[in-house]
């Protein structure tokens, strides 16, 4: 089993910053990749980014936070980060931290493993 726990959302004016943190335990040397997601209010669980857990990994990003967005992790401590930068109120969504051991990445179905996820909320 793999334990996540998400932490690091709030409250955020547009055209600011946030930086999501999800500490991983467990069985977390079988997980292949970690991904974050969102879900808005009446809207579907979308895809936001995801990485491979080891060095050189591939990273994947959603178009809609190409260039706004950062995934990162430090292996040494089993964490995994999503880096926010000029948040639009769009990116009003509870986040979620995810892992899967088999690919595709970019879809929440290959997913085993979820957090209980953060409220972030940006303001206009």
């Known amino acids: 089993q793999v334990q996540l726990v998400e932490s690091g959302g709030g409250l955020v004016q547009a055209g600011g910053s946030l930086r999501l943190s999800c500490a991983a335990s467990g069985r977390t040397f079988t997980t292949y990749a970690m991904a974050w997601f969102r879900q808005a209010p009446g809207e579907d669980r979308d895809f936001v980014a995801a990485?491979?857990?080891?060095?050189?990994?591939?990273?994947y990003y959603a178009d809609s936070v190409e260039g706004r967005f950062t995934i990162s992790r430090d292996n040494a401590k089993n964490t995994l980060y999503l880096q926010m930068n000029s948040l639009k109120p769009e990116d009003t969504a509870v986040y979620y931290c995810a892992a899967t051991r088999q690919f595709p990445v970019t879809t929440p179905l290959t997913y085993s493993y979820w957090g209980q996820g953060t409220q972030v909320t940006v303001s206009s």
């Open positions: 990485i491979s857990w080891m060095i050189g990994g591939s990273t």
